[in-house]
């Protein structure tokens, strides 16, 4: 059982940078960085990161080709593996919507799109010069001035049936966005189906829950400091997920409206409790406990603590420390 924490580079640099490092003091094995154009870029966050650590494995989490062509992610990443001394991996996904509509970018045939980028990423990544034909992506004859130190594991974003099993088929990791059992045990069926079309074993992938996840002492601060992100979650959730939690679409649809129009207060008042059950693991260390084993039962082999991590990060990163991984990792291991 491995352990992996995310950050929103959406405050100062040093915040950020901080959080990475402390990370690694506290017993987290993966650092998990989110790449939106709107926020600090991802690859200068990691590359200081990288500076004050020595053992967390760093990477962005999750990049997308279509606003970031396969060969600027192959060097970046390479950059890192160098920068890092051999710690980078890759989180790739198809991006949302929502964020690649304000560009005017379209999100055409995903599942297409992402097979091509792993395929460009690692003949790049092998230090081969890349010739490729794709639906999405053309290459023509192009190489990188330099190979990561070592192979660059890929681990692939995913949430609907048929991503979940591309991302088994074809991935060294998979980042399930998700915090529920119940979209877990739908996962799993799909994972399934990729190994076997790969001929590939469970033991062959990490299978991370990319969690909402908040934890304080006291399960009200908890609970309260995911509101904000459930809101978001619920807003972007596709109606497939909201009918598995018996969320009505129209409470969602309310709820993104609020949003798009800034109305945040608004939006954060009609985040329900069957809401905040569905898409967040939140609550003392004991209960976060509990609700992770129930992961862990199901399949998953990393835990990556994802926002709001608490109401206040450092604090609850230390509870996560004490009380939460060593409490896994104990069970894990019996």
């Known amino acids: 059982?491995?352990?992996?924490?995310?950050?929103?580079?959406?405050t100062a640099f040093w915040?950020?940078?901080?959080?990475?490092?402390?990370?690694?003091?506290?017993g987290f094995d993966f650092v998990w960085i989110t790449d939106h154009f709107n926020n600090r870029n991802v690859y200068v966050i990691l590359s200081?990161?990288?500076?004050?650590?020595?053992?967390?494995?760093?990477?962005?989490?999750?990049?997308?080709?279509?606003?970031?062509?396969?060969?600027f992610i192959a060097s970046s990443i390479a950059s890192l593996d160098r920068v890092s001394g051999g710690?980078?991996?890759?989180?790739?996904?198809?991006?949302?919507?929502?964020?690649?509509?304000?560009?005017?970018?379209?999100?055409?045939?995903?599942?297409?799109?992402?097979?091509?980028?792993?395929?460009?990423?690692?003949?790049?990544?092998?230090?081969?010069?890349?010739?490729?034909?794709?639906?999405?992506?053309?290459?023509?004859?192009?190489?990188i001035s330099y190979k990561p130190l070592r192979k660059i594991p890929i681990y692939i974003g995913a949430q609907g049936p048929k991503m979940l099993a591309l991302a088994a088929e074809i991935?060294?990791?998979?980042?399930?966005?998700?915090?529920?059992?119940?979209?877990?045990?739908?996962?799993?069926?799909?994972?399934?189906k990729g190994l076997e079309r790969a001929g590939k074993r469970k033991e062959d992938i990490d299978i991370a829950a990319y969690t909402s996840f908040s934890v304080d002492e006291n399960p009200e601060k908890a609970r309260k400091a995911a509101i904000p992100v459930v809101a978001f979650?619920?807003?972007?959730?596709?109606?497939?997920?909201?009918?598995?939690?018996?969320?009505?679409?129209?409470?969602?649809?309310?709820?993104?409206?609020?949003?798009?129009?800034g109305k945040f207060k608004e939006a954060f008042s009609q985040v329900t409790d069957d809401m905040i059950e569905a898409f967040t693991i939140y609550g003392t260390p004991e209960d976060c406990v509990r609700k992770v084993e129930e992961l862990i039962d199901i399949g998953i082999t990393q835990l990556v603590v994802g926002s709001p991590i608490g109401k206040r990060k450092r604090k609850a990163m230390k509870l996560i420390s004490e009380h939460v991984i060593p409490k896994l990792k104990e069970e894990f291991r019996g």
């Open 1 to 10: 059982m491995r352990f992996g924490i995310e950050f929103v580079p959406d």
């Open 15 to 26: 915040q950020t940078v901080g959080h990475g490092i402390l990370s690694e003091k506290y």
């Open 48 to 71: 200081l990161i990288a500076n004050y650590t020595d053992r967390v494995y760093l990477g962005p989490g999750v990049t997308n080709p279509y606003l970031t062509h396969p060969a």
């Open 87 to 143: 710690r980078a991996v890759v989180g790739l996904g198809a991006g949302d919507r929502v964020t690649l509509g304000y560009l005017g970018v379209e999100r055409k045939k995903p599942l297409r799109a992402i097979r091509e980028c792993v395929e460009i990423l690692r003949a790049f990544f092998r230090g081969e010069r890349v010739s490729y034909q794709g639906e999405i992506f053309n290459v023509q004859s192009a190489s």
């Open 171 to 192: 991935g060294d990791g998979i980042l399930i966005n998700a915090s529920h059992p119940i979209d877990f045990r739908f996962a799993m069926e799909h994972i399934k």
């Open 233 to 261: 979650i619920a807003a972007g959730s596709p109606k497939i997920v909201l009918e598995r939690h018996d969320i009505p679409e129209e409470a969602a649809e309310s709820i993104r409206e609020a949003l798009k129009a």
